[in-house]
């Protein structure tokens, strides 16, 4: 696996254009599985630490909120880190 700074450089990288044209690909790409482009990238964010898995899903929120459908759907990835961001007990 690469290291968790190459991969967050990627994401960083690589996902603004990949919500650019989510639209398209979506309506163009009949042999795209969309569920597994979501579920892997869900499964690689949430492999970041918490501050950065936050700087990306907060800002695919804000997109997901003024996109909608126009934005993949990694909805499962942000309730996980909500829950381990959030809702962790308190160390004793």
């Not at 696996?1 to 690589?14: D, F, G, I, N, V």
Request: proline letters at 4%.
């Amino acid at each position: 696996m690469a290291s968790k700074e190459s991969r967050c450089l990627l994401l960083q990288t690589w996902l603004v254009p990949f919500y650019d044209d989510f639209t398209w690909m979506r309506r163009g790409s009949r042999g795209l599985d969309h569920n597994l482009i979501e579920e892997g990238l869900t499964n690689t964010i949430l492999t970041l630490p918490l501050a950065w898995q936050q700087e990306i899903l907060m800002s695919w929120f804000d997109r997901f909120l003024n996109s909608g459908d126009d934005c993949p759907n990694i909805q499962k990835g942000f309730e996980i880190w909500c829950k381990r961001a959030f809702w962790r007990n308190p160390e004793v």
